[in-house]
């Protein structure tokens, strides 16, 4: 009887640890965010601090348009020897080599370089 008895506990402890290891081992806890940020990326966020006072609504990347009226942040490579804003306000950052930079209308502020030829730029600013 006794060694009946035995069985019995072992069988119940047994029983118990396979239950309570199956529930723990089946717990998912699903992966968070927490500690993420996002933000977004706006041509507001991306211009330099001279061109702070301009409030910019597209991204621009090459040698412009003339004929584009919104507030550019223009990106222009060495690959543009002229870079030209639309009528907007725009930020035009040219490569040091770009020899010319013409604003457009509107209030223009322009990075070049030091042989650069800059029209229409209310503001210059030579790298």
């Known amino acids: 009887m006794l060694n009946l008895t035995r069985l019995a506990l072992a069988f119940i402890a047994a029983a118990t640890f396979v239950l309570v ?3 723990a081992a089946s717990n998912v806890v699903s992966a968070t965010r927490i500690g993420q940020t996002s933000q977004v990326v706006t041509p507001n966020s ?3 601090s001279a061109c702070a006072a301009l409030n910019l ?10 004929l584009a009226s919104a507030n550019q942040l223009l990106l222009s490579g060495p690959a543009n020897s002229a870079v030209v804003g639309g009528s907007g306000d725009d930020c035009i950052v040219a490569s040091t080599s770009v020899a010319t930079i013409d604003g457009g209308t509107g209030t223009n502020v322009c990075f070049g370089g030091s042989t650069t030829v800059f029209t229409n730029c209310q503001t210059q600013v030579v790298r």
């Open 21 to 23: 290891t199956g529930v």
């Open 46 to 48: 991306l211009k330099p």
């Open 57 to 66: 609504s597209v991204v621009v990347v090459g040698a412009g348009d003339p």
